[in-house]
């Protein structure tokens, strides 16, 4: 199924592709504009440096189409008002005061189409102190808390994907679809902003619940819990296994499977809260260090597994490439691309179950940089003449 | 004219516990749509009980459960049942966590309730999904973020996969199921016909893998984590200061040179090590070694302000409560007081969508259980005298605890 099908969208994003790559991906056509010449910076992602193009641009603009357009000269900005009718929404990663200098401001463009979905993504939000700081997801991260509490005791850990994007991408995408949805009854669209630092921060599920609560803040632990214990990974021979129990009756059933009487019913690590509170930190924690140490992660997950508890190994993309549980779900899916040839991507998560289950399917292939601009063109009634000088004029 | 919220009218029949469902729920709420949250009769969702606590109810059960309304049901019984299928005929949306299956041993399953409303859009969020070797095992946060790759994906090469300081696993997935739910109901609107969504944590960690997988795929190999510093650029990444740790990030030669006098080391702009970005991810262990003993004699905020004047990317890492109370999150709306029954006035996370350049008013606090069930009950037309029997013969109660 390709939920979005009926929707187009005009994607004014660089370097931050996530917004229109959840569109694209579950059918809706994004048409992105990139300026001329060098395109999207995504585009050089990983690349070296004489300026070809990097390995993981077929990824991320999979299945979007491309138009060359220089929104900085007064002609490329009457073409993408000329397009605004014809898109039920337009995302970019600017603050729209930088939009409404080209002329592309929500106001203008709502005037166009009062149906349009505006949708601005940036790192900070339009206002206040920090809003025109750098647009990294590394020092939103920073400025979160969260990359301070992520890692072992001695120094926080670096999250190596790039979280805030992700969030804040995903929240704008669904108030973009949310307003969409709304148009269609009122007539009326709106614009949508999302800050990517807002959405880290409001995602945070103890850290206010612990000051508010317990009058305390947070502590940075590694992969521990400070309430409900075990959880925790640990080193087996061969590779780490995350272990994350919930109830008594999870540790039980682990102690019995792990053939450990001297964890089981009527020792003091049966029963929480003593077992979690009183004997796991600085006790039990390193007595089951010890045991994983002596048994494989092969080992220690056919325990869990029988023993119905929250426990698994820590995949590495290597071992993803061979999982049954990914196989089955389709989660890496074969792409063709006309430099990188035949080569793997990540699948879709949102699995729409009914007749025509389609989420096997290839990806469709990224866009050369301005691949459709002449297509888009003529279907705006452009003709031979006028692309031509558009072209000649470097505005496309 | 006031403008509504863009889902007003919308109806959310919610299952879910803990947090990645109630996490979907909640954002359909903030964003108008009225969620009738099934509570287990007696004692309801889980969460309410989890620490830390404020006059006795969970923290951060009230967190993720803003804006909702709370029924109170036993699901056991056929009056109960049927209460339910009325609410399915009236709903948009379902969204459920159980065990894999039970919903449907429990009679509400989609294959039913489809048949009530075809329009209906059901989503199931669970550790695994419906399918594959995992399906019905159990699963937490801690061990979706392994599985699926996300945890392998941060900290240092040589030493342990590290999770995020919070439940991440739990979250990109009710915000992945919020998308997936608005995309279905997209469809909904032109084909007349609903669908069921299969999530689970596992399928959205492994997007932490999404360049990595094709690293595999090219070379057959690939190296599944980089520490605190970025693998093409350098510098560019985390570096100890004298009161903590700040980010720099000099991705342009230009920025590189700044840097250089910024710090107070010229020299390093003569030094072959770091003679171009190539140069210093060759040489980036020295690179950061070099780095690191200009930074650690200086407070965050000074290498930040340095930084930034030379128009070098950088920032103090701030903790938690440094960003929480910050001028930035004080002027920008990131959280709102709202009187919470039972607690009283609570300072709460502001949802960072806005519509129009509005922050989206939190209209209430978290429900006590069953707060809404006569109410609910009354606006699907039932009668007072029926829903006085449904009390009396123990099937929906409004236990308010």
Same mark, same amino acid.
């Given at each position: 199924?390709?939920?979005?099908?009926?929707?187009?969208?005009?994607?004014?994003?660089?370097?931050?592709?996530?917004?229109?790559?959840?569109?694209?991906?579950?059918?809706?056509?994004?048409?992105?504009?990139?300026?001329?010449?060098?395109?999207?910076?995504?585009?050089?992602?990983?690349?070296?440096?004489?300026?070809?193009?990097?390995?993981?641009?077929?990824?991320?603009?999979?299945?979007?189409?491309?138009?060359?357009?220089?929104?900085?000269?007064?002609?490329?900005?009457?073409?993408?008002?000329?397009?605004?009718?014809?898109?039920?929404?337009?995302?970019?990663?600017?603050?729209?005061?930088?939009?409404?200098?080209?002329?592309?401001?929500?106001?203008?463009?709502?005037?166009?189409?009062?149906?349009?979905?505006?949708?601005?993504?940036?790192?900070?939000?339009?206002?206040?102190?920090?809003?025109?700081?750098?647009?990294?997801?590394?020092?939103?991260?920073?400025?979160?808390?969260?990359?301070?509490?992520?890692?072992?005791?001695?120094?926080?850990?670096?999250?190596?994907?790039?979280?805030?994007?992700?969030?804040?991408?995903?929240?704008?995408?669904?108030?973009?679809?949310?307003?969409?949805?709304?148009?269609?009854?009122?007539?009326?669209?709106?614009?949508?902003?999302?800050?990517?630092?807002?959405?880290?921060?409001?995602?945070?599920?103890?850290?206010?619940?612990?000051?508010?609560?317990?009058?305390?803040?947070?502590?940075?632990?590694?992969?521990?819990?400070?309430?409900?214990?075990?959880?925790?990974?640990?080193?087996?021979?061969?590779?780490?296994?995350?272990?994350?129990?919930?109830?008594?009756?999870?540790?039980?059933?682990?102690?019995?499977?792990?053939?450990?009487?001297?964890?089981?019913?009527?020792?003091?690590?049966?029963?929480?809260?003593?077992?979690?509170?009183?004997?796991?930190?600085?006790?039990?924690?390193?007595?089951?260090?010890?045991?994983?140490?002596?048994?494989?992660?092969?080992?220690?997950?056919?325990?869990?597994?029988?023993?119905?508890?929250?426990?698994?190994?820590?995949?590495?993309?290597?071992?993803?490439?061979?999982?049954?549980?990914?196989?089955?779900?389709?989660?890496?899916?074969?792409?063709?691309?006309?430099?990188?040839?035949?080569?793997?991507?990540?699948?879709?998560?949102?699995?729409?179950?009914?007749?025509?289950?389609?989420?096997?399917?290839?990806?469709?292939?990224?866009?050369?940089?301005?691949?459709?601009?002449?297509?888009?063109?003529?279907?705006?009634?452009?003709?031979?003449?006028?692309?031509?000088?558009?072209?000649?004029?470097?505005?496309? | 004219?006031?403008?509504?919220?863009?889902?007003?009218?919308?109806?959310?029949?919610?299952?879910?516990?803990?947090?990645?469902?109630?996490?979907?729920?909640?954002?359909?709420?903030?964003?108008?749509?009225?969620?009738?949250?099934?509570?287990?009769?007696?004692?309801?969702?889980?969460?309410?009980?989890?620490?830390?606590?404020?006059?006795?109810?969970?923290?951060?059960?009230?967190?993720?459960?803003?804006?909702?309304?709370?029924?109170?049901?036993?699901?056991?019984?056929?009056?109960?049942?049927?209460?339910?299928?009325?609410?399915?005929?009236?709903?948009?949306?379902?969204?459920?966590?159980?065990?894999?299956?039970?919903?449907?041993?429990?009679?509400?399953?989609?294959?039913?309730?489809?048949?009530?409303?075809?329009?209906?859009?059901?989503?199931?969020?669970?550790?695994?999904?419906?399918?594959?070797?995992?399906?019905?095992?159990?699963?937490?946060?801690?061990?979706?973020?392994?599985?699926?790759?996300?945890?392998?994906?941060?900290?240092?090469?040589?030493?342990?996969?590290?999770?995020?300081?919070?439940?991440?696993?739990?979250?990109?997935?009710?915000?992945?199921?919020?998308?997936?739910?608005?995309?279905?109901?997209?469809?909904?609107?032109?084909?007349?016909?609903?669908?069921?969504?299969?999530?689970?944590?596992?399928?959205?960690?492994?997007?932490?893998?999404?360049?990595?997988?094709?690293?595999?795929?090219?070379?057959?190999?690939?190296?599944?984590?980089?520490?605190?510093?970025?693998?093409?650029?350098?510098?560019?990444?985390?570096?100890?200061?004298?009161?903590?740790?700040?980010?720099?990030?000099?991705?342009?030669?230009?920025?590189?040179?700044?840097?250089?006098?910024?710090?107070?080391?010229?020299?390093?702009?003569?030094?072959?090590?770091?003679?171009?970005?190539?140069?210093?991810?060759?040489?980036?262990?020295?690179?950061?070694?070099?780095?690191?003993?200009?930074?650690?004699? !200086?407070?965050?905020?000074?290498? /930040?302000?340095?930084? =930034?004047? %030379? #128009?070098?990317?950088?920032? &103090?890492? @701030?903790?938690?409560?440094?960003?929480?109370?910050?001028?930035?999150?004080?002027?920008?709306?990131?959280?709102?007081?709202?009187?919470?029954?039972?607690?009283?006035?609570?300072?709460?996370?502001?949802?960072?969508?806005?519509?129009?350049?509005?922050?989206?008013?939190?209209?209430?606090?978290?429900?006590?259980?069953?707060?809404?069930?006569?109410?609910?009950?009354?606006? !699907?037309?039932?009668?007072?005298? /029926?829903?006085?029997? =449904?009390? %009396? #013969?123990?099937?929906?109660? &409004?236990? @308010?605890?």
């Amino acid at each position: 199924m390709k939920p979005l099908a009926s929707l187009k969208i005009l994607d004014l994003t660089d370097g931050n592709p996530y917004p229109g790559s959840l569109f694209a991906d579950y059918g809706a056509e994004v048409l992105k504009i990139e300026p001329p010449g060098r395109g999207d910076s995504i585009r050089r992602r990983g690349a070296a440096a004489n300026g070809a193009e990097g390995p993981y641009a077929p990824y991320y603009n999979r299945g979007k189409k491309s138009m060359t357009l220089d929104l900085s000269r007064s002609a490329g900005q009457e073409v993408l008002r000329r397009l605004v009718p014809g898109f039920d929404m337009l995302v970019a990663n600017a603050p729209e005061a930088r939009l409404a200098e080209l002329g592309l401001g929500y106001a203008r463009l709502k005037e166009l189409n009062p149906k349009l979905v505006y949708g601005v993504l940036t790192p900070f939000g339009e206002e206040g102190p920090w809003k025109d700081l750098p647009d990294y997801d590394l020092l939103v991260m920073a400025r979160t808390g969260l990359l301070e509490k992520t890692g072992m005791p001695d120094k926080p850990t670096r999250i190596g994907p790039p979280l805030a994007y992700y969030y804040g991408a995903w929240h704008l995408t669904a108030g973009m679809m949310a307003a969409w949805l709304d148009a269609q009854e009122s007539g009326r669209g709106r614009k949508v902003s999302v800050s990517s630092w807002q959405a880290i921060c409001s995602v945070d599920d103890t850290y206010v619940q612990g000051l508010q609560g317990l009058n305390t803040l947070p502590k940075r632990i590694g992969n521990g819990f400070p309430t409900t214990n075990p959880t925790d990974t640990f080193q087996c021979k061969n590779g780490w296994f995350a272990l994350s129990i919930g109830s008594d009756a999870q540790w039980l059933a682990f102690a019995a499977g792990a053939g450990r009487t001297d964890w089981g019913e009527g020792t003091v690590y049966a029963h929480d809260p003593d077992r979690s509170m009183k004997h796991y930190f600085g006790e039990l924690d390193g007595q089951l260090r010890d045991y994983f140490r002596t048994i494989t992660i092969e080992e220690a997950d056919r325990i869990c597994q029988e023993a119905m508890v929250p426990g698994g190994p820590c995949n590495t993309v290597r071992e993803l490439m061979d999982d049954a549980q990914v196989a089955a779900r389709r989660m890496i899916l074969e792409a063709e691309d006309p430099v990188l040839g035949r080569h793997k991507q990540l699948g879709r998560p949102a699995k729409f179950l009914d007749e025509t289950e389609d989420d096997a399917e290839a990806p469709a292939p990224a866009p050369a940089l301005g691949a459709h601009t002449e297509q888009v063109l003529a279907r705006l009634g452009a003709g031979d003449r006028e692309i031509a000088d558009l072209r000649r004029q470097g505005v496309v | 004219m006031e403008k509504k919220l863009p889902l007003e009218g919308l109806k959310v029949l919610d299952f879910t516990i803990a947090l990645a469902g109630p996490f979907t729920a909640w954002q359909l709420a903030d964003m108008g749509a009225e969620v009738w949250k099934i509570e287990r009769y007696g004692g309801g969702d889980q969460c309410r009980v989890w620490d830390p606590f404020l006059n006795d109810l969970g923290t951060m059960f009230v967190s993720y459960n803003k804006n909702k309304k709370s029924v109170e049901m036993n699901l056991a019984a056929p009056e109960g049942k049927a209460v339910i299928y009325e609410m399915a005929k009236q709903a948009d949306v379902v969204i459920e966590n159980f065990k894999s299956g039970s919903i449907d041993r429990l009679g509400l399953g989609y294959e039913k309730l489809k048949e009530l409303n075809p329009k209906l859009v059901f989503i199931s969020l669970s550790g695994f999904g419906a399918s594959g070797p995992l399906m019905k095992l159990p699963c937490y946060d801690a061990i979706a973020e392994a599985r699926s790759g996300f945890a392998a994906s941060n900290g240092d090469p040589e030493g342990p996969p590290m999770k995020a300081g919070n439940c991440i696993g739990d979250t990109i997935t009710g915000l992945y199921g919020l998308n997936a739910v608005l995309m279905a109901l997209i469809e909904a609107r032109r084909t007349g016909k609903g669908c069921r969504i299969d999530m689970s944590m596992m399928d959205v960690g492994m997007q932490a893998c999404e360049e990595t997988i094709m690293d595999f795929g090219l070379h057959g190999q690939a190296q599944a984590r980089f520490g605190d510093h970025d693998r093409f650029t350098a510098p560019y990444g985390m570096f100890e200061a004298r009161d903590g740790w700040c980010v720099i990030i000099a991705d342009t030669e230009e920025r590189w040179q700044a840097l250089c006098g910024a710090l107070g080391h010229p020299e390093w702009k003569d030094d072959p090590r770091f003679a171009d970005n190539a140069a210093r991810i060759a040489h980036k262990d020295d690179l950061v070694a070099a780095v690191t003993a200009a930074t650690v004699r !200086l407070r965050r905020a000074e290498i /930040e302000s340095r930084l =930034l004047a %030379a #128009d070098v990317p950088a920032s &103090a890492v @701030l903790s938690f409560i440094e960003a929480y109370t910050s001028d930035h999150a004080n002027q920008t709306e990131l959280t709102q007081l709202v009187d919470q029954k039972k607690i009283g006035l609570m300072r709460f996370y502001s949802n960072p969508i806005r519509f129009d350049g509005e922050t989206i008013p939190i209209r209430r606090g978290a429900p006590l259980l069953g707060e809404d069930t006569t109410g609910v009950l009354l606006d !699907l037309g039932y009668s007072q005298a /029926e829903i006085d029997k =449904l009390y %009396a #013969d123990g099937v929906v109660g &409004a236990s @308010l605890i």
